[in-house]
Antibody
Framework: EVQLVESGGGLVQPGGSLRLSCAAS????????MNWVRQAPGKGLEWISY????????YYADSVKGRFTISRDNDRNSLYLQMNNLRAEDTAVYYC???????????????WGQGTRVTVSS | DIQMTQSPSSLSASVGDRVTITCQAS??????LNWYQQKPGKAPKLLIY???TLETGVPSRFSGSGSGTHFTFIISSLQPEDIATYYC????????FGQGTKLEIK
């Protein structure tokens, strides 16, 4: 069974940093492109970052570019999101999501984790 | 960025009703359009990709159509378990989602 399990969320002060992790199992992680998608409280979904299976191609939404860094460790079957200079508007549930297509570029997200909550507040 | 506009934002319907949700893209996105279902407190679930292809295991009462800038999502006969928020998502450029349509039972 495909499983994606996020961790690392919590309460952080504005300007602070947090590193999210997503542990993958039940599929060949190294063959899939991956994404981070977030959802602010009571709001809709916002795609924020993509990484290809080789880490050779990375994309960010403008809202996080320069502050967030996506990475992966295929040996550890893990996806990461390093979040720096956090703002109140980064408060959200963060989901990792598997990209269904193996071609480069985000497409449709066929498997999702349960999410990890990040709260940015003083 | 490509803007995705869903309508309506909320919808109340009865069990057995036909439900239609539309999604308008701010520019031509060809057929790079997906639909997701999200139930309260849960992660989104992929229902339809590439406009009209049902994800494995998704009931056939769900369908999608459209091309270019205008897309439609239909539930042919609403079931109680379909109560959720539905999102469209384009991937012609970097992915963007519609604002969501919250579906409630009348």
């Amino acid at each position: 069974e495909v499983q994606l399990v996020e961790s690392g969320g919590g309460l952080v002060q504005p300007g602070g940093s947090l590193r999210l992790s997503c542990a993958a199992s039940g599929f060949t992680f190294s063959s899939y492109n991956m994404n981070w998608v977030r959802q602010a409280p009571g709001k809709g979904l916002e795609w924020i970052s993509y990484i290809s299976y080789t880490s050779g191609t990375i994309y960010y939404a403008d809202s996080v570019k320069g502050r967030f860094t996506i990475s992966r460790d295929n040996d550890r079957n893990s996806l990461y999101l390093q979040m720096n200079n956090l703002r109140a508007e980064d408060t959200a549930v963060y989901y990792c999501a598997r990209d269904a297509l193996v071609v480069v570029g985000a497409s449709h997200f066929d498997k999702w984790g349960q999410g990890t909550r990040v709260t940015v507040s003083s | 960025d490509i803007q995705m506009t869903q309508s309506p934002s909320s919808l109340s319907a009865s069990v057995g009703d036909r439900v239609t949700i539309t999604c308008q893209a701010s520019q031509d996105i060809s057929n790079y359009l997906n639909w997701y279902q999200q139930k309260p407190g849960k992660a989104p679930k992929l229902l339809i990709y590439d406009v009209s292809t049902l994800e494995t295991g998704v009931p056939s009462r769900f369908s999608g159509s459209g091309s270019g800038t205008h897309f439609t999502f239909i539930i042919s006969s609403l079931q109680p378990e379909d109560i959720a928020t539905y999102y469209c998502q384009q991937y012609h450029n970097l992915p963007t989602f519609g604002q969501g349509t919250k579906l409630e039972i009348k």
